[in-house]
């Protein structure tokens, strides 16, 4: 327990530099689209170095990045080893791309503004919020081993940029490429639980094709956009019948299913030619992801083959696959519930959340992998991808207390043996 207490003096007195730190990281946009995330990665790159960190700088080719929709990724990675080395590596993984601020914001998306100990600003709590826990917990462990505590293993910290859209040009590209081979994995998450099982996502993109012509004849065309109503209020209707598949695992409740994108037409006096739209369809851990595409696609067909003269086109822009409980899960669960109790006085529940996150890159690599890290009980406390995004301040300095000791209990050298 003596590192403990040296490793949580040592947190308390850095609070306000990981503060500093983390809203240096919010001021600086890093929208995702459009994904010109290199500055973003330069500027928490010269951030840890100001910290006496040593940064790997991983640039994806640009043909790479715009392939993903991207203009610039830049993967960073920190290494830090103890002791003798026969310990685990484990790594610890966040974003700092962000989805767009939007609209109705009532305080400046990228001020960091704090107010009564929370802080507000798109990313703060989605991901790079756990830029600040992990850089945090790894500095607070090289002082304890600096001050005598004995660690065995490494730690790596895994900042990436592309987990908007998918993850591929992060840690999946870090992975393929054999930038690092960690035996353990601890993702961007939240204060209040160890996610050890998260949701899939199917992204489709459909085009509803039909015939254009003379609005002052509309029986001269073939309306694409009255097809494309029928087959959405379908594609509704089927969504309502999803609350009756029910997961097994806690924390996350049925499928569902969102059109976020649409657009068509040629004008107002024109008969639409083409509607295209996009959807979200969220995978519950319990089912089969290519069963799950398979017959989207078969209900999306069969609700267009009923409008005559209607062609219609899949295209899959995304498949992320859910993160499933596994066994290997099972050290990392108890040493973040152990060190849970120790800082918020009770043992961090395990359980699923319902995003779908990056982190599947690790497990789908066989590292068992577990969600970690600052912020509220849920997705909508944080008001993550919403107007307002906040994070309270003790939940980021309690979550990197926890990370810190959970690393100390993995890294101790009987753990080691």
């Not at 010269?46 to 960190?53: F, T």
Request: glycine share 10%; proline share 6%; net charge negative.
């Amino acid at each position: 327990m003596g590192d403990h207490v040296f490793l949580r003096s040592f947190l308390a007195a850095h609070r306000a530099e990981a503060v500093g730190f983390l809203a240096a990281l919010v001021r600086q946009p890093s929208d995702n689209p459009p994904g010109d995330c290199a500055p973003h990665a330069a500027l928490a790159a010269s951030l840890l170095e100001a910290m006496g960190l040593h940064v790997e700088r991983h640039p994806v080719a640009a043909n790479e990045a715009s392939a993903h929709g991207m203009a610039s990724c830049v993967n960073l990675v920190v290494r830090a080893h103890f002791g003798r080395g026969v310990g685990p590596t484990i790594a610890l993984a966040a974003h700092g791309d962000v989805v767009p601020p939007g609209e109705h914001w009532t305080v400046e998306p990228y001020g960091a503004e704090v107010r009564d100990g929370v802080m507000y600003g798109r990313g703060v709590a989605v991901s790079k919020s756990d830029f600040a826990t992990y850089a945090f917990a790894l500095r607070a462990l090289q002082a304890a081993a600096a001050a005598g505590a004995a660690f065995d293993g490494a730690i790596e910290l895994h900042f990436t940029y592309d987990e908007e859209v998918g993850g591929a040009l992060g840690p999946a590209w870090l992975l393929a490429n054999g930038v690092s081979k960690p035996d353990l994995a601890i993702a961007a998450g939240f204060s209040y639980a160890v996610n050890t099982a998260h949701n899939g996502c199917l992204h489709l993109e459909v085009e509803v094709l039909g015939r254009s012509g003379h609005a002052a004849e509309p029986a001269q065309g073939v309306d694409a956009l009255e097809a494309a109503n029928a087959v959405l209020t379908g594609l509704y209707a089927l969504r309502a019948q999803y609350a009756s598949i029910r997961s097994a695992i806690p924390g996350i409740s049925h499928p569902t299913l969102v059109v976020g994108l649409i657009e068509g037409g040629i004008n107002t006096n024109v008969v639409p030619d083409k509607v295209v739209f996009r959807l979200d369809r969220r995978i519950v851990p319990d089912e089969d992801p290519a069963a799950v595409e398979a017959a989207l696609r078969r209900d999306i067909a069969a609700l267009a083959a009923k409008w005559s003269g209607i062609r219609v086109s899949v295209r899959r822009v995304l498949m992320a696959a859910p993160l499933v409980p596994s066994p290997g899960q099972q050290v990392l669960v108890d040493a973040l519930a152990r060190c849970g109790r120790e800082v918020f006085g009770f043992p961090l529940p395990a359980c699923g959340v319902p995003i779908y996150t990056d982190a599947r890159h690790y497990a789908a690599a066989g590292i068992p992998t577990v969600l970690y890290g600052a912020g509220p009980r849920t997705l909508a406390e944080a008001n993550g991808h919403r107007p307002d995004e906040r994070l309270r301040l003790a939940d980021l300095h309690r979550a990197t207390e926890v990370v810190a000791l959970a690393l100390a209990e993995l890294l101790a050298p009987w753990a080691a043996a």
